[in-house]
């Protein structure tokens, strides 16, 4: 029977400890979470609670528990490398490296990166990291959205009018 780790306490995460609490072939769950979520905590054959930038107490709770493969559910953990830090190990992971997973935590890279390569879809955009020239940009547009560049847990999203 395997030992599969799951990392994350959001709904999301409780959704896949149940997924995988039904599978035929009996995994025990393990999970490392952020904060306590209970219906993951009883699905679980064990569970830790420790910071998602805490790469060696993950990994230490994956080796303790002689994990086969993890499954990693939030952002937070895969942008801070915990992929690359179970590969370290040889326990493969359900989620991206860290480099990869910069598509999800950069808006300006992925944005720079659908333009090197002429996706259509990508609306105008400029990276500005100081107020210098954002006026003007802006006298250009129709509307605008402001998104922050990295992480912000759904938030920190600004649409001009209405919303």
Do not use: C, W
């Given at each position: 029977?395997?030992h599969?780790?799951?990392?994350g306490?959001?709904a999301?995460?409780?959704?896949?400890?149940?997924?995988?609490?039904?599978?035929?072939?009996?995994?025990?769950?393990?999970?490392?979470?952020?904060?306590?979520?209970?219906?993951i905590?009883?699905?679980?054959?064990?569970?830790?609670?420790?910071?998602y930038?805490?790469?060696?107490?993950?990994?230490?709770?994956a080796?303790?528990?002689?994990i086969?493969?993890?499954?990693?559910?939030p952002?937070?953990?895969?942008?801070?490398?915990?992929?690359?830090?179970?590969?370290?190990?040889?326990?493969?992971?359900i989620?991206?490296?860290?480099?990869?997973?910069?598509?999800?935590?950069?808006?300006?890279?992925?944005?720079?990166?659908?333009?090197?390569?002429?996706?259509?879809?990508?609306?105008?955009?400029?990276?500005?990291?100081?107020?210098?020239?954002?006026?003007?940009?802006?006298?250009?547009l129709?509307?605008?959205v402001?998104?922050p560049?990295?992480?912000?847990?759904?938030?920190?999203?600004?649409?001009?009018?209405?919303?």
């Open positions: 029977m395997p599969i780790l799951l990392v306490n959001g999301r995460e409780h959704a896949m400890a149940e997924a995988i609490s039904r599978s035929g072939q009996n995994p025990f769950l393990f999970s490392f979470m952020k904060a306590n979520n209970p219906g905590a009883s699905l679980s054959e064990n569970s830790k609670l420790g910071s930038s805490d790469l060696s107490a993950i990994t230490g709770f080796l303790e528990n002689k086969d493969f993890a499954v990693i559910g952002e937070d953990p895969l942008n801070n490398g915990v992929v690359d830090a179970l590969t370290e190990y040889g326990i493969p992971s989620g991206p490296t860290k480099s990869l997973a910069r598509l999800e935590t950069s808006k300006s890279f992925t944005r720079n990166l659908v333009n090197k390569y002429n996706i259509p879809g990508n609306p105008k955009f400029k990276v500005f990291t100081t107020p210098d020239g954002l006026e003007a940009f802006l006298d250009q129709a509307g605008i402001l998104k560049d990295g992480l912000t847990g759904g938030k920190g999203v600004l649409v001009q009018g209405d919303h």
